[in-house]
């Protein structure tokens, strides 16, 4: 039997963790759910949600990935075995599968843009028609299959590197490198004309843009960004050493997470409204804004609109990337330890799945943009499947698991590495209350509004 792989380090797993987190859920969905839900309001209830309900949960994960060692299903097994629970194992085989599907369908827009952005694209053409870029190219059909098709390629040979020389090795280069960058694009963005009114939308809370639909947008966006609730970070968990301290990767994530939300915010929204783009334009607000930026900087210095326009898609690419990996790991983790399988047979298989529900996902914008699951195209249907009800089902049972399942002693000698970190043992009557009572609650909460909306 092949040893289990580990991380190598502190860094190493909140790199890796951070790359799950950190991904086109902070550059892509984040800024638009921000114009769709009022602005900074919609980013004060993210906080909240990011660290009073969403960040327990990813300590409940934690705790289970490296106390069992197992991926989802085998830890189900392995801390209640013979019980039900191991149905939640096989949810959290399947949602991560879905949701990587659609995703890689955005995650191909990036590369589109990227080749565009090499062949000068956003230099040489005018406003007028940069602006048109993105309709017309989700509306065809060979050419998003196209880059979906590689950029799932991109993914299946990183997974299939394995967990030290794919995920370690990519993320522990690619994650500081995408912090410098976008911290680059929000100061540019924000020295645009007319960007203030943009920095003041981000920073100037509209409390009476906030209701129920905001409240339950915010939870689903917490998360969808931070991974949770699919066993992205369980399986990733279960390659922690023992001696990591749980609280410090937690915390870690959720901060990086919140702080590439926020900069992706302003390095996108003050540039929208210097476009005169209506901040509530939905999934393609990235992908109109962006090149906006880049052809207003050609007009004044065209070689340093080209070269950032580059370094930018490399850098969504890249967090696209991060994240994708540890959706693609949760199944093939679930194929290698239940079903026997190697790891070149378990990355193919998921591939294959994934990639032909993306190509789904991707014709919804074109010739099935007709079909209607529910009354929505199949991209969105699926998203708002995993974002407000697998996402949300999957972390309360997490919880519920932690909470109620597991022992006291087992849950406080993980969390506290057997008593040994003491900040640990002075917080954890907290992160248990938070575990037990008010995780719970909240998505319980968030459940009942999405069915009565």
């Not at 990227?114 to 509306?139: H, M, R, W, Y």
């Not at 580059?310 to 290698?336: D, K, N, P, Q, R």
């Not at 919880?399 to 000698?413: C, E, H, I, N, Q």
Request: aromatic letters at 14%; glycine letters at 10%; a neutral charge.
């Amino acid at each position: 039997m092949t040893p289990r792989e580990n991380f190598g380090s502190r860094f190493a797993v909140v790199m890796a963790m951070a790359g799950s987190a950190v991904g086109l859920g902070n550059i892509w969905r984040f800024p638009y759910m921000v114009g769709e839900h009022g602005g900074a309001a919609f980013i004060i209830l993210y906080a909240l949600a990011s660290f009073i309900l969403v960040l327990p949960i990813f300590f409940a994960e934690t705790i289970i990935g490296r106390r069992s060692r197992q991926g989802t299903f085998g830890a189900m097994e392995k801390l209640a075995p013979g019980s039900r629970w191991k149905w939640l194992g096989l949810l959290t085989v399947f949602a991560p599968i879905i949701i990587l599907s659609y995703y890689s369908v955005v995650g191909g827009w990036s590369v589109e843009y990227l080749f565009k952005a090499v062949c000068l694209d956003f230099t040489n053409t005018p406003p007028e028609q940069v602006q048109g870029f993105f309709g017309a190219f989700i509306s065809s059909t060979g050419g998003p299959i196209a880059v979906h098709t590689i950029f799932m390629l991109l993914v299946a040979g990183i997974v299939l590197a394995g967990v030290k020389k794919g995920i370690e090795g990519f993320t522990k280069v690619t994650m500081p490198v995408l912090f410098v960058l976008i911290v680059a694009l929000a100061i540019y963005s924000v020295t645009l004309p007319g960007a203030s009114e943009g920095v003041a939308y981000l920073v100037k809370p509209d409390f009476s843009k906030v209701d129920a639909r905001a409240v339950a947008a915010a939870m689903g966006q917490a998360f969808f960004s931070l991974s949770l609730g699919v066993g992205t970070i369980l399986t990733y968990a279960s390659y922690m050493r023992k001696e990591e301290n749980i609280l410090a990767s937690g915390i870690g994530t959720a901060v990086s997470d919140l702080l590439f939300a926020i900069i992706a915010g302003f390095a996108v929204m003050p540039a929208v409204f210097a476009a005169g783009i209506a901040p509530g334009a939905g999934p393609g607000l990235v992908f109109d804004t962006l090149p906006y930026i880049f052809n207003r900087m050609g007009a004044d210095v065209p070689w340093l609109s080209a070269v950032i326009a580059i370094i930018f898609f490399v850098t969504i690419l890249v967090a696209a990337l991060t994240s994708a990996i540890s959706m693609m790991e949760v199944g093939v983790a679930y194929l290698t330890e239940e079903k026997g399988m190697r790891r070149p047979t378990a990355v193919l298989i998921i591939t294959v799945f994934a990639w032909a529900v993306g190509v789904l996902c991707s014709l919804s914008f074109g010739p099935l943009a007709e079909v209607k699951l529910l009354g929505n195209s199949i991209f969105d249907f699926l998203d708002k499947l995993c974002s407000n009800w697998l996402l949300p089902a999957g972390g309360l049972l997490f919880t519920l698991f932690v909470g109620w399942k597991m022992s006291r002693p087992d849950v406080y000698a993980e969390f506290t590495n057997d008593g040994t970190l003491k900040a640990n043992v002075r917080i954890f009557d907290v992160i248990w209350f938070l575990i037990r009572y008010v995780a719970p609650v909240g998505i319980v909460v968030v459940f009942l509004t999405n069915l009565i909306l």
